[in-house]
């Protein structure tokens, strides 16, 4: 099994839309988690991907053109490893 890169997306959504926002990110592949949060942001995403190419594509290809997104933030996962 690969390992695989994860990635929380942090969405500001159109005043009123979060639910049907929420209701879209969570139809996509590879979205572990999706929340509606109170605060600077609306929806937090946890997202997983083989390379942090495929999450980025993730967020570009599919989150922006979801109606009602107006921004998003995202923060890569690191993996740490003992020495």
């Known amino acids: 099994m690969a390992n695989l890169v994860s990635a929380y997306v942090l969405i500001k959504t159109d005043v009123g839309k979060t639910r049907d926002v929420l209701n879209d990110i969570l139809k996509l592949k590879n979205v572990s988690h999706a929340t509606s949060v109170a605060g600077d942001y609306d929806i937090v995403v946890e997202a997983t991907g083989e390379t942090v190419e ?3 594509s993730k ?4 989150i922006h053109k979801i109606p009602n997104v107006r921004e998003t ?8 490893t003992s020495e």
């Open 54 to 56: 495929n999450i980025s």
């Open 59 to 62: 967020v570009l290809d599919e």
């Open 73 to 80: 933030k995202t923060l890569m996962g690191i993996k740490h």
